[in-house]
């Protein structure tokens, strides 16, 4: 793995459009570079990191020693074709030594999934500069994608390679800076690589995977602020009354500074730093880092500043970090323990209080530049404790170790206020030319949907932490029942009927009578709302999405009732992930009464574990499909439409706080968040999403599978809609999974 081997896959869009991007109108091809680390291993089985100069020009990738707009005689030392078969994926932080030195990096890994010897790794200076080199190749991906559906024969599709002539010569370089529809820069510079903060340009279409600002599913909070300091506030949740549970108590913030400034100030362990803002875990070293997004750290205080009497502490806690597609991050802090770090002697051993961080962009105002972003950390508390604090001794509470822990994010933003270095001004230098524009299709590019907001079900506590929301939503009761989940919808003017979603099947057949007795997997559906392992499918009302109007104001409303009906839900053991589960003889689909349905949707959700697992949910319809729907044209379309259309929400509806915190209620484009494979056959499409293929998504499983026996999840899956005719849009199935067993999955061979 010497160099990065980016091989020819391809087909996709160039073109950008919305709100928040410096130059929005009108496509044209995009070009992004560089400074990153070229990570491998030579010839004789060395680790190396060189510092590498990457530069994409629509579908095309080169990598030089040195800055071609500084050398334009340069040639590449390495060049290739981005196109379908090329995967990425974020492997996290890792410690590397540069130059003498050691730092952080953030890791990404390219490879072929048809030719796993194809590979290659770079890594970037923060976390927010790799999410935007994963954004600039999927535009690569997607012009190539582009390119090779508007024809030309098919030995000029499978030879691109060789007709692109990219030696470096002056003339070819000085014509790609001339050439340019949009430039677009990552980084400022290969200082900013050598563990220096570096910032990335903040007009590159974020908004293409996720929705922002609000959260998309209920949720059982009700935050009420109970003590403002130094600008900050903090919340108690007053949703649960009951003392017997641990108490959630939460402080926001905003700073000014962005989400990657603030994120690699919390993960930096730094004694210098942390001492001019954390009281409490200033002291913190490194015990083990697992994988690139979880580690284990050790830290020491001194009770002096709480109470003078105590002796010292130590503690241990684990770090896990999830860093959304929208520039959002999330990171749990847990107690653990660890055979590296017995008690010290002298200090008594404590558990830091369960928490985490959420950090995301705050939308910045038309009259200025100036980042900002919300911080929110929050804490769970034991209940005893926090009742005679607040009602006997509250005073008692700014002396105790969950106050300290609220107090990070006060001492956070006085410590990034007083240090203006530290807030980074965008890197993105756009260049205008007079290149044509490319030529594409909105109805397939992912850009289209620029003000689309990041969430897609609605939050009870969006009163309480969105700083830039202009509207509040009023919680009328304490207590949420899973038979209503839905008691946060604003208005019944903007529900969204099942008619209009009926539109989507064919409305000259007639109706086909589905006898739910003759479909049964092997999990089976529930009795009743106490029922445990078990499935159920519940209405849309508790997720909102996109109304009629929503291009022309962004307004959101109620779903309705799902198109398809869901008729059953296999939960299978596997030894390894199996595609194509649809044409399993023991499937329902090759049943007698399941050949006989107009239409199946059959999605397989490939669990990583061992062993591995299957989720496979059947979703029915009573009629064929209507040939002119959009339903139809994801049925019967490319894997390019459906990656960027097929869209799921998820929501914790029961469950342990910190792991709603990590699934969160965010919507998802599935196909560009993991791998899925499509398969369209006689009277159903499957899709096989392979939640594996994601660093991030297995580590976020692996925390749900851990508590699966106590959580309550539901999940809607939906074709985003995009252009006005596509409006609104509709849920085309839903599900409940009731508290799984592990154990109760069958066993499936191959």
Known sequence: MDE???NKVGSGRSQESGHSRASSVGGGRFEYFGWVYHLGVNKIGHEYCHLRFLFIRGKYVMMYKRDPHENPGIRPIRKGVVGPTLMIEELGRRKVNHGGGGGDIYVLRFYNRLDETKKGEIACATAGEAQKWMEAFDQAK?????????????????????????????PRVRHYARGLKRLIKIGEGPESLLRQSSNLAADIGRDGYFENDVGDAVEAYEWKCVRTINGVRIFQDVADSDRGKGVIVKAVGVIDACADTAFEVLMNLERRQRYEWDMLTGDLEMVDSCDGHYDVVYGTFSPMYLSRWESKRDFIFSRQWFHGQDGTYTILQSPAVHKKKPQRSGYCRTKLNPSTWEVRNLNTSMDTDTPRCLVTQMVEIRSVG??????????????????????QVAGLKEYIAANPSLKLKSAASVIQSKISPVSVSSGESEADGMHD???????????????????????????????????????????RTLSDANKELDPKAAPFKIDPSQFHGSLRKARDDADTDCWTSPSGMGFMIRGKTYLKDSSKVTGGDPLLKLIAVDWFKVDKSIDRIALHPKCLMQSEAGKKLPFVLVVNLQVPATPNYSLVLYYASDRPVNPNSLLAKFVDGSDMFRNARFKLIPSIVDGYWMVKRAVGSKACLLGKAVSCKYLRQDNFLEIDVDIGSSSVARSIIGLVLGYVTSIVVDLAILIEAREEAELPEYILGTVRLNRLKIDSAVNLEA
């Open 386 to 407: 926090w009742w005679k604090w607040k009602k006997n001794h509250f005073s008692k509470f700014e002396k105790s170790i969950p106050y300290a822990l609220l107090c």
């Open 142 to 170: 997607q012009q190539a994608e582009f390119e090779l559906s508007r024809g030309g024969s098919a030995r000029s599709k499978l030879n691109s390679d060789d007709e692109i002539d990219l030696d470096g010569h002056r």
């Open 4 to 6: 990065l081997d980016l």
């Open 453 to 495: 907001e990041f969430y897609d079900a609605m939050s009870a506590d969006s009163s309480s932490s969105d700083e830039d929301s202009d509207t509040e939503i009023e919680n009328k009761d304490v207590k949420v029942k899973l038979k209503n989940v839905a008691w946060a919808i604003t208005s019944l003017a903007l529900k």
